[in-house]
């Protein structure tokens, strides 16, 4: 199963760019998609979320460091990261798909971590 943090509760809404601040959750399974609420509170708890539901894949743009760290300690989710720039939902699936996404790791997380503290610093 594939979840991606989405900005609206829409198959063509954009991606919520904080992966603990999304809104909404498309899960992806067999080509089926559902959209639900996250009622989960911060990245640690949406990690929780993901993980009970059997999410083996992650699509996102920004994460703390915290759940990267549960998510990598815990192993079962695979983390594909985006890109910076305003994406939907069907082009990010359509990137995933072509195998044209990074998966996050230890050797880039820190890029985007570190951008992801610059941009609440700038608020």
Same mark, same amino acid.
């Given at each position: 199963m594939?979840?991606?943090?989405?900005?609206?509760?829409?198959?063509?809404?954009?991606?919520?760019?904080l992966?603990?601040?999304?809104?909404?959750?498309?899960?992806?399974?067999n /080509?089926?998609?559902? +959209? !639900?609420?996250n %009622? &989960?509170?911060?990245?640690?708890?949406?990690?929780?979320?993901?993980?009970?539901?059997?999410?083996?894949?992650?699509?996102?743009?920004?994460?703390?460091?915290?759940?990267?760290?549960?998510?990598?300690?815990?192993?079962?989710?695979?983390?594909?990261?985006? /890109?910076?720039?305003? +994406? !939907?939902?069907? %082009? &990010?699936?359509?990137?995933?798909?072509?195998?044209?996404?990074?998966?996050?790791?230890?050797?880039?997380?820190?890029?985007?971590?570190?951008?992801?503290?610059?941009q609440?610093?700038?608020?």
């Amino acid at each position: 199963m594939i979840a991606i943090p989405l900005k609206l509760n829409k198959e063509n809404s954009a991606l919520a760019p904080l992966f603990g601040k999304a809104k909404w959750f498309a899960f992806v399974e067999n /080509g089926n998609i559902t +959209i !639900e609420k996250n %009622e &989960a509170q911060g990245g640690s708890g949406v990690v929780k979320w993901l993980l009970g539901k059997g999410v083996k894949t992650l699509i996102m743009q920004k994460m703390s460091q915290p759940p990267y760290q549960m998510i990598k300690e815990e192993g079962s989710i695979t983390i594909y990261y985006v /890109g910076s720039d305003r +994406i !939907e939902l069907p %082009e &990010a699936l359509n990137r995933y798909e072509a195998d044209e996404l990074v998966i996050l790791d230890d050797t880039n997380a820190p890029d985007i971590v570190k951008s992801h503290k610059r941009q609440h610093q700038q608020r």
